[in-house]
């Protein structure tokens, strides 16, 4: 695989061409959104000012008026974009991932299944509304591995039928085969009660979680304090999370800078990083020549790529049983 600096040269030798034209467009499309906005906004005051004046209820009438303008601009913002997005994602996210390797196959309006989602088991929330995008699969060094942005959501309703949606899970998901077929499962999840409560406290929290399985004390400082592991069978959960192991995925989660959850199941690991965004989604407001947005599509492939090697899946340590 291709190395970061490997890849930014790609960015800016092979893709620069299509950036400047990008770019262009960017600033004609940043003008027009924000155009379009103030149009949103001076009609909504107006029509404020009218409810005012006709019934003298400001604040019920703003509150409408409000929310109505907001989901028109959203959505006037979803169609103004569509093309650019179309275009940047065929002129850059492509070629990038074509440029680590050929074999991948990538498909920008497609996403995971909310099968494998729900099958990792590392989100127990009931699902009301699944999407994403971005999807791409291939083998990378003999290793089946795909992943997509994916973004969860389950709803409420108050006393009142409003309905309001909340996020399960938002940002970069990942399945890879692994070299093993696991008898039980492993689920390995950020440690908020730790961190929260104290190891005394926060531990006996966690042994309290009854919709998980038995909890599994690891005898790596580092790793239990950022982590908390159940499985369904204690035994192999250790023989699993290996020091090697647990050292990656400390090394991992602190590459990403986010929330990461991990999970061993059949013969798959499933690995969900919440950047709580849609990571490849071409910026509006920021120039698409700016190096740290450039940065940011580049090591965001880097990594969902490269858990390949930095778990050193394509290493046979095990043989599927």
Do not use: C
């Amino acid at each position: 695989m291709k190395s970061l600096s490997e890849l930014t040269d790609f960015y800016y030798t092979h893709l620069y061409s299509d950036l400047e034209t990008l770019e262009k467009e960017r600033r004609v499309l940043r003008d027009r959104v924000i155009m379009v906005g103030v149009v949103i906004g001076v009609i909504a005051l107006s029509i404020m000012g009218f409810i005012y004046k006709s019934v003298g209820d400001f604040h019920n009438g703003m509150i409408f008026v409000a929310v109505a303008g907001a989901i028109l601009g959203g959505i006037a913002y979803k169609f103004m974009i569509k093309d650019y997005t179309k275009a940047f994602k065929q002129k850059i996210i492509r070629p990038l991932i074509n440029a680590i390797d050929e074999k991948l196959r990538y498909t920008p309006t497609m996403h995971l299944s909310q099968h494998l989602f729900e099958r990792s088991e590392l989100f127990k929330h009931r699902i009301d509304r699944f999407n994403g995008n971005d999807f791409v699969k291939g083998d990378i060094d003999g290793v089946s591995l795909q992943f997509s942005d994916l973004h969860a959501e389950y709803k409420t309703k108050d006393s009142k039928g409003n309905t309001s949606w909340h996020t399960i899970f938002q940002g970069l998901f990942i399945v890879a085969e692994f070299n093993k077929h696991f008898k039980g499962r492993t689920i390995i999840l950020p440690d908020h009660a730790e961190k929260s409560f104290g190891k005394l406290i926060g531990g006996w929290l966690q042994s309290k979680n009854l919709s998980r399985d038995k909890l599994v004390k690891m005898d790596d400082p580092a790793f239990e304090k950022a982590f908390v592991v159940y499985g369904s069978d204690q035994i192999e959960a250790r023989y699993l999370l290996t020091h090697t192991m647990m050292e990656r995925l400390l090394r991992f989660r602190k590459r990403t800078g986010q929330k990461i959850f991990v999970s061993f199941v059949g013969s798959h690991i499933h690995l969900a990083v919440y950047y709580n965004k849609d990571l490849f989604e071409p910026t509006v407001f920021t120039s698409l020549l700016n190096y740290k947005q450039a940065m940011e599509y580049v090591e965001t492939l880097i990594l969902a790529i490269g858990i390949v090697e930095e778990l050193k899946l394509n290493q046979k340590l095990w043989s599927k049983q």
